[in-house]
T-cell receptor, first 114, second 115 residues
Framework: AQSVTQLGSHVSVSEGALVLLRCNYS??????LFWYVQYPNQGLQLLLK??????LVKGINGFEAEFKKSETSFHLTKPSAHMSDAAEYFC????????????FGKGITLSVRP | GAGVSQTPSNKVTEKGKYVELRCDPI?????LYWYRQSLGQGPEFLIY????????DSGLPNDRFFAVRPEGSVSTLKIQRTERGDSAVYLC?????????????FGPGTRLTVL
């Protein structure tokens, strides 16, 4: 069975500071990993995904994530936070043969202080 | 182009009533998914359609929940004898083919409140 752990439910950073949102996965087969962002009253929007090509994945809005098999992690980072980054972020996992159904973490709310 | 749309955006019903939630996927997408998101949680998988058929309905919580996609496009999630525990945001997603790492595009969701 696959699962995702997102430690902490809330992260607060200052504008311009580094953003680091953690995601650890559990999968018995090679995973596909995703980060989605959800703004208030909007649907989930894909930030980036790992599909077994490059381990460092670059996404939209300056976000990137690195797949580390040895650590079973896929942490999301952004060098400099912007006020518009305030949202809820979800990490999700699937794998070949899972009918692409995504297993999501509980999500992390990112707040950005001026 | 148009994204995934869901109607209604909000639905308030009374316990025991029947509700239908509609999803219009991106045109040409063969795969369609329903998820349920409870407060403070991530989305949870309910059912996956490939074309007209339900390829995986392992996430449906019980037989009060049913979904159809008769023409391989629009899908309807049906909930009978609603319970207060069914209150959640119901999300629909579609993807081009449905395999492997295919990106799923989500609609804005339908917020269901059962009084």
């Amino acid at each position: 069975a696959q699962s995702v752990t997102q430690l902490g439910s809330h992260v607060s950073v200052s504008e311009g500071a580094l953003v680091l949102l953690r995601c650890n996965y559990s999968s018995s087969v090679p995973p596909y990993l995703f980060w989605y962002v959800q703004y208030p009253n909007q649907g989930l929007q894909l930030l980036l995904k790992y599909t077994s090509a490059a381990t460092l994945v670059k996404g939209i809005n300056g976000f990137e994530a690195e797949f580390k098999k040895s650590e079973t992690s896929f942490h999301l980072t952004k060098p400099s936070a912007h006020m518009s980054d305030a949202a809820e972020y979800f990490c999700a996992v699937t794998y070949t043969g899972a009918n692409s159904k995504l297993t999501f973490g509980k999500g992390i709310t990112l707040s950005v202080r001026p | 182009g148009a994204g995934v749309s869901q109607t209604p955006s909000n639905k308030v019903t009374e316990k025991g009533k029947y509700v239908e939630l509609r999803c219009d996927p991106i045109s040409g997408h063969t795969a369609l998914y329903w998820y349920r998101q409870s407060l403070g949680q991530g989305p949870e998988f309910l059912i996956y359609f490939q074309g007209t058929g339900a390829a995986d309905d392992s996430g449906l919580p019980n037989d009060r929940f049913f979904a159809v996609r008769p023409e391989g496009s629009v899908s309807t999630l049906k909930i009978q004898r609603t319970e207060r525990g069914d209150s959640a945001v119901y999300l629909c997603a579609s993807s081009a083919r449905g395999g492997g790492a295919d990106t799923q595009y989500f609609g804005p969701g339908t917020r269901l409140t059962v009084l």
